[in-house]
């Protein structure tokens, strides 16, 4: 792909992904609100998938950094987000270089996405800052009826919560981006697109 293309797909992607994040839209978790499904994840993944590793992870830090500017709920928030899509990005790149197919790439991704941030949730929640997490965790399960008085079976609870999350946020991100995808590849057939 010609250089000055690709810097122009970088820049469009890079755009609508600050454009989704400034119109705000995203939709809270019902179980835990502070986790919200981000729409902006979503030409990251195009931008991965369209222009390959190098191209997605370049928009994705973009994507962090502007979340930085904007203010983040904590200074961990864009970084987490960040590792999400990196970690979507491993089953993605993993999916490609095996099976080369879109629903190995999304059960890969989310697989990846999942796993990799149960240890990173568990590691913030639980070690980084606990005086955060968990009493907000205390308090949405004490709003469900449950109580629990172990901080580690707290932030255990939390991580599965979360991992439910990440699964749910990978279905939808790879889901919505494989039909932008699909759509892109038929319209522009003479671009050399990095998934097949």
Not at 96 to 101: A, S, V
């Amino acid at each position: 792909m010609q250089r000055n293309l690709y810097l122009s797909i970088i820049v469009a992607f890079a755009a609508s992904s600050a454009a989704l994040t400034l119109l705000h839209v995203m939709f809270p978790f019902p179980l835990l609100p502070f986790l919200e499904f981000d729409m902006a994840e979503i030409p990251d993944t195009l931008a991965f998938l369209i222009l390959g590793p190098r191209g997605g992870v370049l928009v994705a830090t973009i994507h962090c950094i502007l979340l930085y500017v904007l203010g983040a709920f904590t200074i961990f928030s864009p970084l987490m987000k960040l590792f999400a899509e990196g970690s979507m990005f491993i089953g993605l790149y993993l999916s490609y270089r095996l099976t080369r197919g879109w629903k190995a790439a999304t059960a890969l991704g989310v697989f990846f996405r999942a796993l990799i941030m149960l240890f990173v949730t568990l590691a913030l929640y639980y070690v980084i800052m606990p005086s955060i997490y968990l009493p907000t965790a205390d308090l949405a399960m004490g709003i469900l009826g449950v109580h629990i008085s172990s901080p580690l079976l707290i932030a255990l609870l939390l991580v599965g919560i979360t991992t439910l999350f990440n699964v749910i946020a990978g279905i939808i991100t790879l889901g919505v981006s494989f039909g932008i995808y699909k759509t892109l590849r038929s319209a522009f057939k003479g671009l050399d697109f990095f998934f097949p």
